[in-house]
């Protein structure tokens, strides 16, 4: 009784939270960063309502609730049908209070899904502010030097005989479409994982300069708008027309989305709309950048995960020219940009003493989940 009283002693509870606060002080400087920046931009280039952070204020945690509420439901069937437990309340119970409800777990995932929507909402912004502050100008460029790392072909074209059929189009768009849903999945395990502290803050750091620096920075220095614009942005001869042709032949038959999400990301473009997920850049591929992190840290965490995400990457970069998002250079660029940043990220972490002191300490004594 002792124990547990001395558990929720104020003291000890103010002591536990920050520990969690100091565990995430970087992240939360990282985010508060980029902000800022945007912030400045805008201001700089007398645009300050471009910025907007409060446009994913709620569908975040509308998202990360319904994701919880699927975990739960998927582990409670895992544990009636593996565990099979006595006492099914009392095990569901248990494991509540002594694994999934602790004061660290909580207040660490959740400290992150409040740091999020904006995040997420500043790179929309400046997303969509990258053809007013610098206008596509490298479609061209990337088409030559596709290429060029391609024996003189366009990739799509080398891709055709592989996947220019119907059925293997439409799964594809399926499983890129997917990307969305996998990126929320993958926070809300990482928010609220206890498993590694060292691991989780080097996979957040590594998701914060990913969208700033290969979402935004790169994306606007190398201002482009991909191969299903190609001919709207250069006035040039249009090479991606035939795959154009091809996809809509296939959405006649079977679903290929990708045509309609882009259609409505050029309107968008054109008609300065609603910003909610909106934005046209092609390189680097945001696509390519996160689930690459994904397969990092899956890896780091089980090889058998990792190698299931590595799949999904190169399925991804498969899509992304297969669908006319991206010229293939973008997937590679994203892809090596991401390699680096992890590692620059797993190098502070590993110097950062604040993420396995009585933080990291006290998560070791909860399950290893």
């Known amino acids: 009784m002792k124990a547990v009283a001395a558990s929720w002693d104020a ?33 700089y280039y007398g645009l300050p309502d471009s910025v907007r952070l409060t446009t994913y204020l709620f569908l975040v945690p509308a998202t990360t609730a319904a994701f919880l509420l699927v975990f739960c439901l998927a582990y409670l069937v895992y544990v009636m049908i593996c565990v099979r437990p006595k006492r ?15 004061l660290e777990r909580l207040a660490a995932g959740f400290l992150i899904l409040l740091i999020l929507p904006v995040f997420f909402a500043v790179f929309t912004s400046l997303k969509a502010l990258i053809p007013v502050l610098n206008p596509f100008a490298w479609d061209a460029t990337f088409l030559a ?29 399926f499983l890129y479409q997917c990307w969305l849903f996998i990126v929320y999945g993958v926070l809300v395990w990482q928010a609220f994982s206890q498993r590694d502290p060292r691991l989780r803050m080097q996979f957040f750091l590594s998701f914060v300069a990913i969208w700033a620096l290969i979402g935004s920075l790169t994306a606007m220095l190398l201002s482009s708008a991909g191969p299903v614009y190609f001919g709207r ?15 809509r032949a ?10 309609d999400v882009q259609e409505q990301l050029w309107q968008a473009y054109v008609d300065d709309g609603d910003p909610l997920g909106k934005g046209i850049s092609a390189m680097p591929s945001m696509h390519v950048a996160t689930v690459v992190l994904f397969a ?30 991206h010229y293939a250079l973008d997937g590679y660029v994203a892809a090596l940009l991401t390699l680096a940043i992890w590692r620059a990220a797993g190098w502070w972490v590993a110097r950062d003493r604040t993420i396995a002191g009585s933080y990291g300490a006290t998560l070791a004594n909860t399950a290893n989940t």
Not at 29 to 37: I, S, W
Request: hydrophobic share 55%; charged share 15%; glycine share 6%.
């Open 233 to 247: 942005v250069t006035g040039l001869e249009d090479p991606y027309l035939p795959l154009m042709d091809y996809l």
């Open 11 to 43: 003291g000890a509870l103010s002591a536990r939270l920050a520990a969690v606060l100091r565990g995430h002080l970087w992240f939360a400087v990282a985010a508060l960063f980029y902000t800022l920046c945007a912030l400045v931009l805008a201001q």
């Open 145 to 173: 030097w596709d290429r060029l790392l391609h024996g003189g072909q366009d990739p799509w074209r080398l891709l055709q005989p592989l996947f220019g059929y119907p059925l293997a189009t439409s799964a594809i768009n």
């Open 88 to 102: 099914l309340i009392g095990y569901l119970v248990s494991e509540a209070k002594e694994k999934w409800l602790t």
């Open 296 to 325: 990092l840290v899956a890896w780091a965490t089980d090889r058998r995960l990792g190698a299931l995400f590595i799949a999904y990457a190169v399925v991804v970069q498969i899509g992304s020219v297969h669908l006319a998002w």
């Open 250 to 259: 296939v959405s006649e038959a079977y679903p290929v989305w990708a045509l």
